[in-house]
């Protein structure tokens, strides 16, 4: 059996990945320009990611790739050339996609553009405007009530021009072309658990899955939220049919039990495998329905694609108060709970890399299994008991129809015992392995 994937993580691959979003966080993200870019560099330096574009105007689906967008510099002075608010202190003071403007404008005209959360008066709240060109600023409610001169100068050093939409893809290849898609969204700004942690767990998934070569070809995509996904999907229409199996990951950073959210059918291979291994862990992970709403799970699980592609988070969209807020910053997410999204994440990976179906070759009455020398050296097992037990189930359910899973949930016992028992099994010839149906 090949090692578990985990074992390949460094002892304090919690503090890496921190260090990662460390990294990634000042950086000013959009759905476009050099942020992004320059995000899929410092994730190349952890492990290889092709990063591609896509120019401004390209028709995908039904949207139109925009104009790319770069911000150098933002600003509102005070009267006395003071800078109250300043991109250079927080990436979030900007609303994404602002229009470039260098003006001297009224207080009553200004605060037409100025967004802050009074229900978090020192909180700078996160907003975009891609599709409505606007301009405007975002600060703490407390910086607002400070703004008392009647003019005020505002400066958004800013390009909104034809360029190019970036994604970036880590492919590993397996022993088979279908695939496995890990999808993280790389388009915000200062914000750490969405979508920092996705983006750190999904690089250094890659890099774990790099150590191997893994039966499934997998495809770790970072693309901006929506449009990335949109603009990746229209132009992999052949590449689609190859995912069999996928996930979106994000908000994985805060500690808070694991969401594990359904396919649009709810009952694929990985629907059952992330429901199981969330179930054999000692804490309070939920399983969800699947709802068009969230992140790109809507469009891998729109009608046109059908792709099974579930998603893992911790606490859903809007479920904790810091959610688009300065507040989800680099205090919220811990190098533990990093670690242990990461570590769940390569469960799930060993057991789609090893759920198998086997057929039982003498399935008349139970093998005589002392002649074989399965009841001695039951090394490896959890125990004696338990890998008997697992040699039993695995003989009575190998019709070439039950998968390893299958056998592992309604036996009630381990998926790796049962695993085992069914390498021993195979090894003593009483055990033929299904091919795939690929
Ligand atoms: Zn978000």
Redesign the pocket.
């Known amino acids: 059996m090949k090692p578990l994937l985990w074992q390949h993580a460094p002892n304090d691959v919690g503090e890496r990945l921190y260090r990662l979003a460390e990294e990634l966080f000042p950086i000013i993200r959009s759905i476009t320009g050099q942020g992004v870019r320059d995000s899929l560099g410092i994730i190349d330096a952890l492990t290889p990611v092709d990063v591609h574009s896509i120019p401004t105007g390209t028709q995908v689906f039904d949207w139109v790739v925009p104009d790319e967008w770069n911000l150098r510099r933002a600003y509102i002075e005070d009267s006395a050339g003071h800078r109250i608010v300043d991109s250079i202190n927080s990436s979030l003071h900007v609303v994404s996609y602002s229009t470039p403007v260098n003006a001297t404008v009224s207080l009553d005209e200004l605060r037409q553009h100025l967004h802050t959360l009074p229900e978090h008066p020192e909180w700078i709240p996160y907003r975009t405007s891609y599709y409505r060109r606007t301009w405007g600023f975002c600060l703490s409610h407390q910086q607002y009530e400070n703004l008392t001169d009647q003019r005020y100068r505002v400066t958004i050093d800013a390009t909104l021009a034809p360029g190019v939409l970036n994604y970036g893809e880590a492919v590993i290849a397996g022993e088979t072309n279908d695939e496995v898609l890990i999808s993280a969204h790389i388009c915000?700004p200062s914000l750490c658990n969405?979508?920092l942690s996705g983006i750190t767990i999904a690089a250094w998934l890659a890099r774990l899955l790099r150590q191997r070569t893994p039966r499934y070809t997998y495809r770790i995509l970072f693309a901006p939220g929506t449009i990335g996904t949109i603009a990746w999907l229209a132009t992999h229409r052949d590449s689609i049919p190859r995912i069999k199996h996928g996930l979106v990951v994000a908000l994985l950073g805060r500690p808070a039990p694991l969401t594990y959210k359904r396919t649009r059918s709810g009952t694929a291979e990985i629907d059952n495998v992330v429901s199981y291994v969330l179930s054999s862990r000692a804490s309070n992970d939920v399983v969800i329905d699947f709802s068009p709403w969230g992140y790109d799970e809507r469009q891998y699980n729109s009608p046109g694609i059908a792709a099974n592609v579930g998603r893992l988070t911790r606490a859903a969209?809007e479920g904790y108060p810091e959610y688009?807020t300065s507040a989800d910053n680099l205090d919220l997410i811990t190098p533990e709970a990093l670690a242990d999204a990461l570590q769940t994440l390569c469960a799930v990976i060993d057991i789609l890399e090893g759920n198998d179906r086997y057929r039982n070759l003498l399935p008349y009455g139970e093998p005589h299994l002392g002649k074989y020398g399965l009841y001695n050296d039951l090394g490896g097992a959890s125990s004696v008991e338990t890998a008997k037990l697992a040699l039993l189930w695995v003989l009575n359910q190998s019709d070439g129809a039950s998968s390893l899973l299958d056998i592992a949930q309604r036996s009630g016992l381990p998926f790796a015992d049962v695993q085992f028992a069914a390498s021993r099994l195979e090894g003593a010839g009483l055990l033929e392995r299904m091919r795939a149906a690929y």
């Open positions: 915000h969405d979508n969209e688009h």
